[in-house]
């Protein structure tokens, strides 16, 4: 539903009264829609967990602590952190400080590689035992659904450099800077899969 | 018609109504020989109908697309086509090779067609609409080569719109996944991973490209709307495509041999599929209603709108129906794939190309910009016959499906497949009428061709 | 709201978006590829096999029949037509005796004038198929 309404909203007339108006969504608008397909994607991987965890709850609870529960915590962290920094980095272009911007970006970036050398070693464990998508069921979705995300956590990253570069060469200012919201609001929501990954996956018992 | 080049699309266009013609025949034959079960046997099997058929469809959607790359390309490039004797030699070579291989199947045992064409060398034949002939194989890319350069190169020389940019992705992504089709090895699952790589790939991948870039020109040319409007949105129903499409080849891996997590994987991207054939009816409607100028092709503009909707009920719908792991289990290789089979053609590809020749046939012929209202109206007519026939057939083969699935699969006591087939003949009957009816569209299609040649083009106060 | 949404962005998700999903299909075919041994029967595949599985071909078996599934929907599923039958030498029987003008008013499989070796070696093809691990698809042993 919340697609179509996003498409009544993107193809009505006076779209762009109503968005100066109350200056929303922050950033780009397509990035929301796409923000919504992502969301809706995880959303049912979630959902097919959760029903067939329910179907299986022992085998699902004996593998659940195979996991790294740790590690996924360090990266829980990670994440919220890289989150704080690229808010900041937002409002330092807000105060149309480019530096600032481009500084706590990096920082951003940072914690993602964390995060990513963190998630590789986990998967290097899990390789090395063998293990891949046909081992079971729970190792089917905890690899799909981790996998799935940290390809997510690389896209954003990616994106987050490009927004970075720009801001470094003084591409963003006070007025204009809704590449930096853009890439912020993708950002929060790889953070925000994760958010609710972390305790499906690895804690919820 | 801005450059006189464009006017080599008339040929591949004529090759692809006459085609399509044969490949209606061949589908009452067989709907024919679904309730009378010797209808022309031996003479013409059902698996040589059958190949006939399913061959002549992509070949004649093939003619179609080259023909509407032909017309727009130079058009949008604005430029005269790079080689127009390179696009009539390909016509000729293409047609004549076609005609061949489909001679091969109706005038020979496929045994001997293998044997003459010395498929042993290289054995590509006898999978599922990769029938062709190796030799024929080869033919198709080396037309295809041809076809990528001369189409690359006056994309190169002229304007590069996102129309032509992504008709391109289209066209070379079509060319690059056919080579797929090379590969067969003895193995069944190895087989049958990558020959959905040429199936899937181009029917749910890069042929909605093909479909999106002509949609989008026919709409550029029709409703005035600004560019950059139509351009936006066919990135986004490009990209919602792929994103969605490519690991949504997924709904083909669930029974085949191929590991149980293409059971979640497949299920949930290609249940995102109608989403980009969704938004691709809500952007067609949208640029029709925010038109700037009437154009007098109303049939044209039919035929885009119609192929926004066919398309989502027939690929969308009728896809989403029986894409789930659970649901597919049952309906695999039913009558309900060929329900979604037909609809989806018919609404995605057909549709699109008779748009296509719709709105460039006038012109090509010397009109201004239209055909007479007579003709119009006559045209109009079809699309209705076949469009409804179309949803007839494939209603009917849902409901023959869903009681095979009944009968066959679900039930206590499972009967064997024939004595099902015996059982839902009723469907088969109404199916083959659906068909006749469809054919006599179809005739009314071609008359329309013929009919009002003298009498003055419709204006946009008549066509109202 | 400078710009509510460019061609720009619609053409980078494009892009990035397409090489993203591609490049993930291509990690969900590798990871197919590891596990194939144990589920295709490859171990199965012999000379006889691989000459069945071109008598299929050159026949055009698809054009009526199913395997797996995937074919044509004019006669029975054959991935599971030695388990039906119960061994090559009722396979071979069938295939046999198919009357050369068919059955009046009613399907009839065309006689294929197959040689002895040709026969053994299609349903030698058909029984490797059966073999191979389909997550329990077809649900019910008439295909």
Known sequence: MCIIRLIQFWTCENRETIMEKNNWPPGDLVIWFFILAELLVFGVFFAAYAFTRANNVELFNEYQLHLDRNAALINTVALITSSYFVVRAVAAIRDDNSKGCFHWLLAALFMGVVFLVVKGMEYHHHFSLGINLSTNTFYMFYLSLTFFHFLHVILGMIILLAVALKARSGGYSAAEHTGVETGASYWHMVDLVWMILFPLVYVMR | ?464 | ?143
């Not at chain 2, 013409?44 to 727009?72: C, D, E, K, Q, S």
């Not at chain 2, 797929?180 to 991948?205: A, C, Q």
């Open chain 3, 1 to 143: 709201m400078a710009q509510a949404f460019t061609k720009a962005m619609a053409r980078n998700i494009f892009y990035v978006g397409t090489l993203f999903f591609f490049l993930l299909f291509l990690a969900l075919t590798f990871q197919t590829h590891s596990t194939l041994p144990d589920r295709d029967n490859r171990q199965a595949i012999n000379d006889t096999v691989a000459l069945g599985k071109k008598v299929w071909e050159q026949n055009d078996c698809i054009g009526c029949h199913t395997l797996l599934g995937e074919g044509a929907y004019f006669a029975p599923e054959l991935g599971n037509v030695y388990k039906r039958f119960g061994s090559t030498d009722a396979i071979k029987a069938f295939i046999a005796s198919r009357p050369k003008d068919g059955i009046p008013g009613r399907r009839s499989m065309p006689q294929f004038n197959l040689s002895d070796e040709e026969l053994t070696a299609v349903a030698e093809f058909l029984k490797y198929v059966s073999g191979i691990k389909t997550n329990n698809w077809p649900p019910s042993p008439q295909g």
């Open chain 2, 1 to 464: 018609m801005k450059y006189e080049s464009q006017k080599v699309a008339k040929l591949y266009f004529v090759a692809a109504i006459g085609l399509f013609v044969g490949q209606i025949l061949f589908g009452l034959v067989m709907g024919l020989q679904y309730i009378v079960g010797d209808f022309l046997f031996p003479e013409i099997p059902f698996n040589v109908a059958r190949m006939v058929h399913t061959n002549l469809l992509i070949v004649w959607l093939l003619f179609g697309f080259m023909g509407a790359a032909y017309y727009l390309v130079p058009e949008e490039a604005e430029t005269e086509l790079f080689a127009p004797w390179l696009a009539k030699l390909m016509f000729w070579i293409f047609l004549a090779a076609g005609a061949a291989t489909i001679l091969g199947y109706l005038l020979v045992p496929y045994a001997t067609l293998a044997e003459l064409t010395m498929n042993d060398l290289l054995p590509t034949m006898g999978r599922e609409f990769l029938e062709q002939p190796t030799i024929t194989k080869l033919g198709i890319v080396v037309v295809a080569l041809a076809f990528l350069f001369n189409i690359g190169m006056t994309i190169l020389k002229g304007r590069k719109t996102v129309v032509n940019l992504v008709l391109l992705m289209g066209l070379t992504g079509l060319a690059v996944f056919f080579l797929f089709s090379f590969y067969n090895p003895v193995n069944v699952v190895m087989d049958k991973y990558y020959w959905w790589w040429v199936v899937h790939l181009w029917v749910e991948g890069v042929w909605e490209l093909i479909l999106g870039s002509i949609l989008a020109f026919i709409l550029i040319k029709t409703t005035g709307v600004d560019r950059e409007v139509i351009e936006k949105w066919l990135y986004i129903i490009v990209a919602m495509t792929l994103i969605t499409g490519i690991i949504g080849t997924g709904h083909h891996y669930y029974w085949i041999g191929t590991p149980a997590f293409w059971q979640w994987w497949g299920s949930i991207f290609s249940a995102m599929e109608p989403i980009p054939f969704f938004m691709m009816t809500v952007y067609a409607f949208n640029m029709v209603n925010k038109r700037r100028r009437n154009h007098p092709n109303k049939a044209a503009v039919l035929w885009a709108l119609g192929t926004a909707v066919m398309a989502f009920l027939g690929a969308g719908v009728w896809g989403f129906l029986h894409t789930l792991a659970p649901v597919n289990y049952y309906t695999h290789g039913t009558q309900i794939t060929a329900a979604h089979g037909h609809m989806a053609f018919y609404g995605a590809y057909v549709m699109i190309v008779l748009a296509m020749i719709s709105y460039s046939m006038p012109m090509m012929r010397g009109r201004e910009a239209c055909n007479s209202a007579r003709a119009q109206s006559m045209e109009m007519w079809s699309f209705w016959l076949m469009t409804i026939s179309i949803i007839f057939i494939t209603l009917f083969l849902t409901g023959a499906g869903i009681l095979q699935v009944y009968l066959q699969r679900f039930s206590d006591n499972p009967m064997p497949f024939m004595v099902v087939q015996e059982k839902i003949t009723l469907f088969y009957w109404l199916r083959e009428i659906a068909g006749l009816v469809f054919l006599l569209g179809l005739v009314l299609y071609i008359a329309s061709f013929f009919v009002g040649k003298n009498e003055p083009e419709a204006t946009v106060e008549l066509a109202k």
